[in-house]
C-alpha cells in the first residue's frame, strides 16, 4: 500500500465535553475507501482547535501537537512494520497494530519447519520415504545452526527470511560447514519448500526463495568394471564383518537395488517363474516404482550363503547394517583391494546399470524397469558407455566395412 492512500486526520468530537470543558481530539485513518476513527486520549477546548488544520491553536497547542505528530509517526510505523511482515494492511490494522491491540499469529521458519518434519514423520511408508524425512531433519539442523550463529537467537519470523538470508544461509553452508554444491543446493531447495509453503498459507506476501539461482553440478558417479568386481569377490577377508559387507555389496552390483531396498528385501518378495527364473518384485521405498529384477547366479549365491543367518528370523534375507556403516566399511575394502573409487551402496546401483547390463546388450528400456524408474532420461544418469563397449561396437564396424 502506497502512503499516497493512507490519510492521517484529526478532529474534535463536541458531543463528548470532559468536565473541564474539552473535547476529545479523534484520529481518523483512511486507506482508499475504508475509514476508522479512534479516541487519542487527549482533550482541548473547541475555541483552541482549528478544524481546517486539524491541529491545535491558543497557548497549549505546542503540547498537544507535539502529541499527535508523535502519534502520527508511529502510525505511520505500524504501516510499514505490517507491510514488512506480510500482514495485511488496513486501517483496522494500523490502528489496533498502534493500540498494541493486533489479533494476529506469529510465525516462525524454525517452528514452520518442525510442523513440517512433524507431518513428514506421519507419512513415512505413506507415500514418503524415511529418507527424505532424514534430508528435512538435516537441513533443519543446518538452519538452527545458521540462526544461531548469525543472529543469536533461536528462531526468526517468517517474514524476515529474504533473499540475503538465503545468500547468506548458502555462504555458511559452503565456507562454515563445507558441504559441496549440490547438497548445498537441496539443502536450500528443502528450505525453499517451507517458504512456499508459508507463501501459499497467506503468511508472507512474497517467497524470496524465488529470486535465488542455484545451479546442481554434473557429477561423474563412479562404477565398477568387471575386473574391479571380480578382485572384490576372490578377495579373502579375514574380518568376518567385512566378507559380509563385501558379499551385500555384491548383491547390490548384482540386482541393481538401493540399499534401503536390499535392505528390506523378503521372502515375499521373490518370485519363482512358471519356467524356474527367480525375480525380485519389490515396489521400491524411495518412489513407490516397481523394480522387477531377474536374479543372476551371483546373487542366488549370495541369498544362499545367508540362508542361516539370524537376520531372517526377522523376516529379511541379507544382514545389512546402517548406510553410514556400510559405506564407512566399504572404504576398508577398497583400500584392501586396493581400488581407488569411492565405494558406496549407490555406487553398486550404477555399477548393475553400467557394467553389468548396458555392457551386455541389455536394453536401457529393461535396465530403467529393473532400476524402479520413472523414465530412461533417470536411467542415463546412472549407465554409461564403457571404452570396451565402444571397442566391441568399432570392431564389428571395422569388420563389417571390410566385408564389402
Known sequence: MSKSTFKINFLIRKGGSSYKGENPIYVRLTINTERIEF???????????????????????????????????????????????GLTVSAENIRNHYLGVLKETSYSIL????????????????????????????????????????????????????IKFLSDFEFYLRTSKNIGNNTTVKYLKNTGKILREA????????????LLRLRTEEIDRPFLEMHEIQKISKKRFDVKRLEQIRDIFLFCCFTGLAFIDAKHLSEDCIITAPNGQLWIKKQREKTKK?????????????????????IRKEGYLLPFPTNQKMNAYLKEIAEI?????????????HT??????????????????????????????????????????????????SDK
Not at 533417470?378 to 563397449?389: E, G, Q
Request: proline residues 3%; glycine residues 2%.
Open 39 to 85: 479516541n487519542s486520549k487527549l482533550t482541548i477546548k473547541t475555541e483552541n482547535w482549528s478544524s481546517e488544520a486539524g491541529c491545535a491553536t491558543g497557548s497549549s497547542a505546542k503540547k498537544i501537537n507535539a502529541h499527535l505528530d508523535l502519534i502520527r509517526i508511529k502510525l505511520y510505523e505500524s504501516m510499514k512494520e505490517l507491510s514488512e511482515r
Open 111 to 162: 517452528t514452520l519447519y518442525k510442523e513440517h518434519n512433524e507431518k513428514l514423520f506421519a507419512l513415512v511408508n505413506k507415500g514418503y520415504a524415511f529418507s527424505t524425512l532424514e534430508k528435512h531433519l538435516t537441513t533443519y539442523k543446518h538452519l538452527q545452526s545458521f540462526i544461531s550463529q548469525q543472529y543469536a537467537k533461536d528462531d526468526l519470523p517468517i517474514e524476515a527470511i529474504d
Open 199 to 210: 507463501y501459499n498459507a497467506g503468511y508472507i506476501k512474497r517467497n524470496p526463495f524465488a
Open 290 to 310: 516397481w523394480s522387477h529384477i531377474p536374479i543372476l547366479p551371483e546373487a542366488k549365491y549370495i541369498l544362499d550363503k545367508y540362508e542361516q543367518h539370524p
Open 337 to 349: 583391494c586396493k581400488i581407488k573409487k569411492n565405494l558406496t551402496t549407490h555406487c553398486a546401483r
Open 352 to 401: 548393475f546399470a553400467t557394467t553389468i547390463t548396458l555392457a551386455n546388450k541389455v536394453s536401457m528400456e529393461s535396465v530403467s524397469k529393473m532400476l524402479g524408474h520413472s523414465s530412461i532420461v533417470m536411467t542415463k544418469t546412472y549407465a554409461r558407455i564403457l571404452d570396451s563397449t565402444i571397442e566391441k561396437e568399432m570392431s564389428q564396424l571395422k569388420f563389417e566395412i
